[in-house]
Each structure stands twice: as structure tokens, then as C-alpha cells.
């Protein structure tokens, strides 16, 4: 059973940085992509990076030449840095796998929530001026 545990969320101020980290067990690596969503209050979980079975990483124009996505797969651990952290990215921060494909190369954008089927529990991350 694939478990997923994020880590390293907290309060910054506007400008300031984080990096969240989430550990994975029971994943084999051969899904479609992993990643990371979050969700504000009153609002839908969206996409906020994912990188692919081949290693395309995809991020959400809202933070795009801000966060950056990687992977550290000796240690089964998917991180998240995020820099220039605005107001607006205040929000629950989830990682997420996808357990298995069989179809061959996966070309979507990895941040669309029915590519993936294993979340997390979720880490706040809140930004004030």
C-alpha cells in the first residue's frame, strides 16, 4: 500500500521561502506522474507541480519561475521549493502519486487530479505581509 507523509509547511512572510518534502512508501515508481496540489479554503484542489515517468516536470503558471519541483528517488522523498511566496499561495499543500500505468509514456500535464489515485495527508502553508 502506497503511504504518502508531507512535511515542512508552516508561516513565512510574503518574499520568504519553504521547502516541503514528502515521503513515500510502497510506491514502485512505475505510475504516471507525481506531484503537488493545494487547496485554499472555499476553493477546488488544483495542480501545482508534477513531474512525469520520464522526468518532465510541468508547473502551474501561478508559479512558474517560483517553485520547483524534484525528486530524490534513493530516498523516496518528492520536494517542493518555494521561493517569492506571495499572499495568494497560502493554502494546504498535498503530495501525490499515481501507483501504476501500463500505457506506456504518459504525456498529460501531470497536474490534473485524475492522473493520480495516492494522496497525502496534507501540510499548511500560510504567507502574511
Known amino acids: 500500500q502506497v503511504q504518502l507523509g508531507e512535511s515542512g509547511g508552516g508561516s513565512v512572510q510574503v518574499g520568504g521561502s519553504l521547502r516541503l518534502a514528502c515521503e513515500v512508501s510502497?510506491?514502485?515508481?512505475?505510475?504516471?506522474?507525481t506531484g503537488w496540489f493545494r487547496q485554499a479554503p472555499g476553493k477546488e484542489r488544483e495542480g501545482v507541480a508534477g513531474i512525469s515517468s520520464d522526468g518532465r516536470t510541468t508547473y502551474a503558471d501561478s508559479v512558474k519561475g517560483r517553485f520547483t519541483i524534484s525528486k530524490d528517488n534513493a530516498k523516496n522523498t518528492l520536494y517542493l521549493e518555494m521561493n517569492s511566496l506571495k499572499a495568494e499561495d497560502t493554502a494546504m499543500y498535498y503530495c501525490?502519486?499515481?501507483?501504476?500505468?501500463?500505457?506506456?509514456?504518459?504525456?498529460?500535464?501531470?497536474?490534473?487530479?485524475?492522473?493520480?489515485?495516492?494522496w497525502g495527508q496534507g501540510t499548511q502553508v500560510t504567507v502574511s505581509s
Open positions: 510502497g510506491y514502485t515508481g512505475s505510475g504516471r506522474c
Open positions: 501525490a502519486v499515481d501507483r501504476f500505468w501500463a500505457g506506456g509514456t504518459w504525456y498529460g500535464s501531470c497536474l490534473r487530479k485524475y492522473e493520480y489515485n495516492s
